[in-house]
């Protein structure tokens, strides 16, 4: 409780809750309220406008506070630019512990692997939250980013999370408005989120997973690691190429293709979705490395979001319903996948989404305004009671994140161009009469390997020398689930031809 308190506090007396540069957007009630909290304001709040102070004060708050910051640090077009500048130095511009900590720590960590890295252990390269980057030099020559999580953080981090669930547990009981949102169910999300990024081997093993699933598609690629190098604690990869987007020179690098950038950004993160059901859920900036003319190399995999068959299939044909601009259809996978409750109408439902994507639709991001976009949407799910999801809070909040940095790469950058391949190759894979045809004959062959296995147990209760009555029954039965199998299959395979 005193450290949400604290929290609260933090932020009054910077006027980074309420600032006075949006009392013009406040309601009246809002701006009363505002004006009472500035009676408490301290030093703080004439330092600097409101991204600046609000930035740090996010810093004091600690890890959760610096991790909104980012989030928020994506999107200009709804902050502003000069808030989201303000903001930009939380991705990877913290201050730094000392380099002479950070060799202690390393030596700790690794033990005698510690003698494969370089004793010119250089300067920190960036610090975030949770940890800070140095540039070394592996015994073999390579070139080599070490990523070393900060003194403590640990216990920092189950601090803010006790104030978390705090904070959930007191929204969820006193209002009642705000229950559909799930916040408990959100914090919990964060929480485990935040709990992986504490073990840099989770992370060595992610950046390896999403490493292979990359180099399929060709739109993004990931340093390898240097595995005897890491620990719970320190993690070591191969520098990576080019420089971090958070840079300002990196957009400035000759034969850069701003366009091809931003679609790469949006295909490659589609791609892992989609495809492979596994995606890097912290895509800002400063984990993004660019280089001529439209390579993207990703860092930082603390945070990996997971989707499920289901998820994926839902996902694919929600896009796609909107790219041809089907909002019925998209309507009705909302419904079956569970997202509104069946006691909603489908006609209205289908009416509020041709009222979100039509205005949308076809635009350049520097045509679009994503801030009313997102208002309209929020009205949307409050209207027909849909509940957040916490299977879907990282894709939804990373699928946010991507948008607002390819917005910030090719102001006109179009997203639905940009997804449209990717959303297409997965509908034909996996919902077209091939697909269709493609799973008839590996349920039959499932059928057919399943023989031998049915064969031995009726086998088995022939010769038990007590065979109990139901041993013939359970025989027979398993029979006639072969050829209710293979009957299956063979229907399926005959409607996918009659109706290719």
């Not at 991705?91 to 060799?103: C, M, Q, S, V």
């Not at 292979?212 to 340093?223: K, T």
């Not at 958070?246 to 400035?252: F, G, I, M, T, V």
């Amino acid at each position: 409780m005193l450290r949400l308190v604290a929290a609260v506090w933090i932020l009054i007396r910077a006027d980074a809750l309420l600032p006075r540069e949006l009392d013009f957007a406040f309601p009246e009630g809002v701006r009363a309220l505002a004006r009472l909290l500035r009676l408490f304001s301290g030093p703080r709040a004439r330092q600097g406008g409101p991204g600046a102070r609000l930035g740090s004060s996010l810093v004091r708050l600690g890890p959760v506070g610096i991790k909104f910051g980012q989030f928020l640090s994506t999107r200009a077009d709804i902050l502003g630019a000069d808030v989201a500048t303000d903001l930009a130095h939380l991705k990877d511009r913290l201050p730094a512990f000392p380099t002479e900590i950070a060799t202690i720590e390393i030596a700790r960590a690794l033990g005698v692997e510690a003698a494969r890295l370089s004793v010119e252990l250089g300067a920190p390269v960036a610090a975030a939250s949770l940890a800070q980057v140095h540039r070394a030099r592996l015994a073999d020559g390579r070139q080599a980013a070490v990523k070393i999580l900060r003194p403590g953080i640990e216990r920092r981090v189950a601090d803010d999370s006790r104030a978390l669930v705090l904070g959930a547990n007191m929204a969820h009981a006193l209002f009642p408005g705000i229950r559909r949102l799930a916040p408990r169910e959100f914090v919990a999300t964060v929480i485990r989120s935040l709990r992986l990024e504490l073990d840099m081997r989770l992370e060595a093993a992610a950046i390896d997973e999403l490493r292979e699933v990359m180099a399929r598609d060709g739109f993004m690629s990931a340093p390898k690691v240097v595995w005897p190098c890491v620990a719970r604690r320190v993690l070591v990869l191969e520098w990576a190429a080019g420089l971090p987007l958070s840079d300002c020179a990196s957009l400035d690098q000759p034969g850069l293709d701003r366009p091809l950038l931003a679609v790469n950004l949006i295909r490659g993160f589609l791609a892992q979705a989609l495809d492979h059901g596994v995606f890097h859920a912290d895509l800002h900036e400063g984990n993004l490395f660019i280089e001529a003319p439209a390579r993207l190399v990703l860092v930082d995999f603390g945070i990996v979001g997971r989707l499920g068959a289901a998820e994926r299939r839902y996902l694919a044909e929600i896009l796609w319903g909107f790219l041809r601009r089907d909002y019925r259809a998209v309507a009705e996978i909302h419904f079956r996948a569970g997202y509104v409750r069946q006691n909603q109408d489908r006609a209205s439902f289908a009416q509020a989404l041709r009222a979100v994507g039509e205005p949308a639709f076809g635009k350049t991001a520097s045509r679009l305004s994503m801030a009313r976009v997102l208002a309209q949407l929020f009205e949307v799910t409050a209207l027909f009671d849909m509940s957040l999801r916490p299977e879907l809070i990282l894709l939804q909040k990373t699928m946010v994140t991507v948008e607002g940095v390819a917005r910030g790469i090719d102001p006109d950058h179009d997203i639905w161009c940009a997804a449209e391949p990717v959303v297409r190759r997965w509908i034909e894979r996996e919902v077209s009469p091939s697909a269709a045809v493609r799973r008839a004959f590996d349920e039959l062959r499932a059928a057919v390997r399943a023989v031998p296995l049915l064969a031995a147990r009726a086998g088995e209760g022939a010769a038990t020398i007590s065979p109990s009555p139901e041993a013939p029954t359970r025989a027979i039965g398993s029979w006639a689930a072969f050829v209710l199998g293979v009957m299956v299959a063979a229907g399926a395979f005959s409607a996918a031809i009659l109706f290719r």
